[in-house]
């Protein structure tokens, strides 16, 4: 295992669309426990391919430190109510946005071994899938923020960071 380089804003590789794995090979296994890693060092809460570079559609998340979760070609498939809260991303280091999510999302997804599996979450789970699979199509969080982007190191309230 080997803790991999989180891109940054501006690196050109955040804003593609992702593709879909179809195959695991040793090369992505490699590219899954690398992903653990390095979101464990960096003390995020989630982290999807695009961020160290792979144009996969591959995201692990772990909001509690203890659940990690695998997602590979994740689909939302239904979402209700709304929370609006503070976000941040390994991508943009030391800042923070409020940005409205959905309260709930149910997703679709497949394992490491290609076996599809639904998930549910609410409040902070259900803001990292929905940050985390807006990296699949190129997307960061500060699209959707509302309201000027701060400094997390401003905020008294933990922060989130995917
Ligand atoms: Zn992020």
Known sequence: MAIRKIREMGDPVLGKRCKEVTEITPRIQELIDDMYETLYEAEGVGLAAPQVGVLKRIVVIDV????????????????????????????????????????????????????????????????????ELDHLDGHLYVEKVDGPLVNTADLEDEEENS
């Open 64 to 131: 509690t430190g203890e659940d990690p979760l695998l997602l590979i070609n994740p689909k939302i498939m239904e979402t209700s109510g709304e929370q609006e809260g503070y976000e941040g991303c390994l991508s943009v280091p030391g800042k923070s946005g409020i940005v409205v999510r959905p309260n709930y999302v149910k997703v679709l997804a497949y394992n490491e071994n290609l076996e599809p599996f639904e998930l549910e979450g609410t409040e902070l789970l259900a803001r990292a899938i929905c940050h």
